[in-house]
């Protein structure tokens, strides 16, 4: 791990052996090799057809590979951040969610849905993030500071959700604390800790962070990037808040991976350096197919599965799995009901002041 935390409000609540031991798992998986065309068109068909013979609608996350972006658009799907795959899966009229991602968001869309079936592509996919912080130490943190108002990022299990005042995630984070902030709330914020950095920083809000990390955006290397920065002069660099605060304090943009597509969108600018997954590229050359897209330098580039700028649990997604759930059925995610009765509070209260952002931001002409 680099960029061991100076921040006074670190505690210690995960230790560098579970940290190294969930990066070594990360690193063990193997990512799948692309399929041949012909196979690929042969399923994509069938897989279209089974979509709509079950009333099953895909949702997909930016990070997860073309094939299944391409295929969630092509089907009547959606490709979002994790926000918006939320809301998305709330909103359409699909008894079946199909979830290409991982595992958080397949919990959430079922949270959000209890009545509906949720399946997830690859069950095993999961998030570094999840994987630090477990319910029942995470519990006893929160117990032994009382006065503060539990802030989790959406990338976490169902139980951490339940046990929180509010869910977040990089698209609404800075906008919920610094409300709570401005209500004179301390905060437990968890689980991580460039992000909770990130946010400390930008809103001056008392923070006690949890210490995990995303094994994909704490790679990043600053000395790397900035001799990338000196042969790209020109380039704009764009940074996902999961970053380390090294890489963070060289960005021209820190957002999350809507943000980041929308600078790519907006901006002037011809070519840019990017700090998160790989998998984004597909969107960012769907909506600027003019601007050349570079990954910012990770640790030993290509060394192992977690230098690699893709995460590995969204890789391994596939058509292939996604269609051998459709064929042969996969297992529904089930959260417990008193979970789920708890849970989704925390959720519906970032939904309902992500809806009044965006009533205000009408209001103020700014949407
Ligand atoms: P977004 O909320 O920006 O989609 O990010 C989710 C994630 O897992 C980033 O690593
Ligand atoms: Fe989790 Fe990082 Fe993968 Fe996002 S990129 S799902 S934070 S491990």
Redesign the pocket.
């Known amino acids: 791990m680099q960029d061991q935390f100076t921040t006074t409000g670190i505690k210690a609540t995960i230790s560098d052996q579970e940290l190294n031991r969930i990066e070594q798992l990360a690193a063990e998986i193997t990512c799948p090799l692309p399929l041949p065309e012909e196979k690929k068109q042969q399923l994509v068909a069938e897989i279209s057809d089974l979509l709509e013979q079950q009333d099953a609608v895909l949702v997909a ?3 997860v590979d073309d094939d299944l972006q391409e295929l969630a658009l092509k089907t009547g799907g959606h490709v ?6 939320a809301r998305f899966g709330h909103d359409h009229p699909a008894q079946t969610l199909i979830v290409a ?2 595992r ?2 397949g919990e959430t869309a079922k949270i959000l849905n209890p009545e509906k079936r949720v399946l997830m592509v690859e069950d095993e996919a999961t ?1 570094s ?1 999840d994987l630090s912080c477990p319910i029942d130490r995470f519990s006893e943190f929160c117990d032994a500071n009382p006065d503060r108002k539990v802030v989790v990022y ?2 976490t299990s169902a139980e951490i959700k339940a046990r929180s005042d509010w869910v977040v ?3 609404i984070a800075l906008d919920i604390v610094r409300h709570l902030h401005q209500q004179g709330e301390k905060i437990i914020w968890a689980p991580d800790r460039h992000l909770g950095d990130y946010i400390q920083n930008e809103t001056g809000a008392d923070m006690l962070l949890w210490g995990g990390v ?1 094994v ?2 704490d790679e990043y290397r600053s000395v790397e990037l900035q001799q990338m920065m000196k042969q790209y002069p020109d380039a704009m660099v764009l940074v ?1 808040p ?1 970053s380390p605060r090294s890489i963070i304090q060289l960005a021209d943009v820190v ?6 597509i929308n600078a790519v969108q907006q901006s002037d600018a011809k070519r840019f350096i990017v700090a ?2 790989r998998g984004i590229f597909y969107k960012m050359r769907s909506v600027a197919g003019d601007k050349e897209l570079l990954e910012a330098p990770t640790a030993g580039k290509g060394a192992s599965c977690v230098s690699c700028g893709h ?1 590995p649990w ?1 890789a391994i997604n596939t058509i292939q799995k996604l269609h051998d759930i459709l064929k042969h059925g996969g297992k529904a995610i089930e959260i417990d009901s008193n979970i789920v009765e708890k849970a989704i509070i925390p959720i519906q209260r970032m939904l309902d002041f992500a809806h009044q952002r965006e009533v205000d931001m009408k209001i103020r002409g700014d949407a």
């Open positions: 996350h930016y990070y979002a951040d994790s926000l918006e795959m991602g991982v958080f968001m998030c993030l959406a990338n995630t990089s698209g995303c994909v955006h996902h999961e957002g999350s991976t809507t943000g980041l998160t997954d995460c969204m």
